[in-house]
């Protein structure tokens, strides 16, 4: 299994973990991405099957204190992280001038 960190655009989001499996990640996450945006997943993807992939991830919530890692980050209703993020992978987070994001990739 797979950790998600769910990040929305409501002032009270808390940034919830949920448990998908290597076949739920891989629809959400293509290649070794580990960033995505919930409009670009269900552009690339097969709504059936992407219903069905997150109706079972809802059911798997994962306490933050007893994640063993965050494996992926899917932002809603956030747009204007998307330039943060241009290869959609955390490590090559970027500024916008295009400097990196942290001093040193993780």
Not at 4 to 13: F, S, Y
Not at 50 to 76: D, E
Not at 93 to 101: Q, V
Request: with cysteine; glycine share 6%; hydrophobic share 40%.
């Amino acid at each position: 299994m797979k950790n998600i960190q769910i990040i929305d655009g409501a002032v009270n989001c808390v940034y919830d973990l949920f448990a998908a499996t290597e076949e739920q990640f891989a629809l959400i996450f293509p290649g070794d991405t580990d960033i995505a945006f919930i409009d670009e997943v269900y552009e690339r993807g097969d709504a059936v099957l992407l219903n069905a992939a997150f109706k079972a991830i809802w059911q798997r919530p994962v306490k933050k204190k007893a994640a063993n890692g965050i494996h992926g980050t899917l932002f809603y209703e956030l747009e204007q992280k998307k330039a943060y993020y241009p290869t959609r992978k955390d490590d090559e987070a970027i500024n916008p001038n295009g400097s990196l994001l942290r001093a040193v990739k993780r």
